[in-house]
């Protein structure tokens, strides 16, 4: 059977290209599939379950529909939409997937991550996060803090990130190389899926002196992108976007 794995989708209403594109990819080539694994960033921003508009309701809405045809769908948090939460996972008929998660793939175990915990070298990133998404954290977001001024704080971060990201040096925004050995070697895998750092690529690799490979989704912008798991064959290609 066939199991497809997405990451980075960044869905916004500002972005209706992708956004047909992803409805035409569910509807077509992921019916049928056993599995589909979205591997974070599924959205460009989220503020929580009780934010969703009808933009976000049609989401789910398509989600459902591929989940009551038989595919089951897991979801991972990304750094953009780390507030999804049990509302929007019911809607959609998906299934929420820690960061990082062991699963069997092409008859083997496989590590799944979102990918931003890579990127070690980005200290003043991995401090934030670990401050915003901290049990206390969280429970400010999403108990305290009333919608109107998550959004602004949304805003905010997403501004903010961009920014950053622009006068970053590429290695600090990318995994940092030691990283990867030292954590497939943790979880006793031979082979590492991520999104995230959008520069979409197999690298193979040594894990206890034994060939390994990395595997790195792309995301969804001038193209979309999908790996596709058949058997043993794990294939990721490009596709257009919607016009």
Known sequence: MTVLLISDLH?????????????????????GAEALYILGDFFEVWIGDDGMTPYHDGIASALRQLADSGTRIYLMHGNRDFMIGKDFCRKAGCTFLPDPSLVQLGGETVLLMHGDTLCTRDVQYLRKRARIRSPLGLFILRHIMPLSKRQALARKLRNESLERTAMKAADIIDVTPEEIPRIM????????IHGHTHRPAVHELQVAGKPARRIVLGDWDKQGWALQVDGNDFVQAPFPISA
């Open 185 to 192: 070697h943790k979880y006793g895998v031979q082979t590492l």
């Open 11 to 31: 869905l916004q209403e500002e972005r209706p290209d992708v956004t047909r594109t992803f409805f035409d990819f569910l509807h077509n080539r992921a019916r």
